[in-house]
């Protein structure tokens, strides 16, 4: 059971707050902007004020694996490259070190969600934060949830790749899914991670008052992406029922609280070379202000 974590768990009936992107975005309720490494750690206080708290286990995975602006793919870690060691919270200049875990779905070896991948972790990367990139095509994800993953997840028996990443999200402060939107939804591999994975038991149960969130006190960013003009996107109801799914249905439904959802669109060839670099300002400006 993890343990508690000082940032509140949100209720479903919270009204999320996500960022609607376009070429000249506008947000009505941005996130308060921190302007400085201090300021980031008070956001993670309790983990970085004093002797930080014990950590769960698995603590932090000791792989590293630098991503190229190209986003490159790599060999995925091997489960016993996790770490059962307690951490520290700071670094060696006493600055709060927040855990990222992100998680991409893009088969295309070149491709604007790559790119911004490679981009987001750089920058997380460059403020001194520790990250784990599991890119789910890279590693040949099996995204199939058998009966034995349905019995596994009632007595705990899970799967040795489930068992992998949910230590991977045990580990983070901050889950971030990266890809592209398919049909409204994610590719077919990132639903099979968050169905085998983010699993009953694991990322959420039920009480007799309702759904639990198992996995809360962790933090949410989702970058997504459709070839879809912004304002079809938005007047067309698809914007809204992608994030409801996603936002609330998935992360919220989990206890996660969701920082900042990106959603970049148009892509391809509708999209301009200005347009393009909008939307990498835009992923710059998340990481700054918010870690």
């Known amino acids: ?109 070149t491709c604007f969600t790559r790119d911004a991948c490679a981009l987001y972790i750089e920058e997380l990367r460059a403020r001194g934060h520790e990250v784990v990139l599991r890119d789910l095509y890279a590693m040949n994800f099996n995204p199939v949830a058998s009966a034995d993953d349905l019995r596994g997840n009632m007595t705990g028996a899970v799967a040795a790749d489930v068992k992998v990443e949910q ?59 459709s070839g879809s003009l912004q304002q079809h996107w938005t007047d067309s109801g698809k914007e809204h029922a992608m994030r409801i799914a996603q936002d609330v249905g998935t992360m919220e439904f989990c206890g996660l609280e969701m920082i900042r959802h990106l959603h970049f669109a148009p892509l391809g060839s509708r999209a301009t070379a200005e347009m393009v670099e909008g939307y990498k300002r ?4 998340l990481v700054r202000e918010v870690f």
Not at 17 to 23: E, P, W
Not at 88 to 98: L, M, Q, T
Not at 193 to 216: E, H, Q
């Open 1 to 109: 059971m993890p343990l508690s974590r000082p940032w509140p768990s949100n209720s479903l009936a919270k009204s999320h707050r996500v960022a609607s992107t376009s070429s000249h975005p506008a947000s009505p309720r941005p996130p308060p902007t921190i302007t400085c490494r201090r300021n980031a750690a008070r956001l993670f206080s309790r983990r970085c004020a004093g002797s930080c708290r014990p950590a769960r286990s698995p603590a932090r995975p000791t792989w590293r694996r630098p991503i190229s602006s190209s986003c490159a793919r790599a060999p995925s870690p091997a489960p016993s490259s996790i770490s059962t060691a307690a951490s520290s919270s700071r670094d060696n200049r006493g600055a709060c070190v927040v855990k990222h875990l992100v998680v991409l779905a893009n088969p295309k070896e």
């Open 167 to 225: 230590d991977h999200v045990l580990w983070c402060d901050v889950l971030t899914f990266v890809h592209p939107i398919w049909w409204i939804d994610r590719p077919a591999i990132l639903k099979g991670w968050v169905d085998r994975v983010m699993a009953l038991g694991f990322a959420y149960g039920y009480s007799p008052n309702g759904p639990i969130g198992k996995i809360a006190g962790r933090k949410a960013v989702l970058i997504t992406s």
């Open 282 to 285: 835009q992923i710059r400006d």
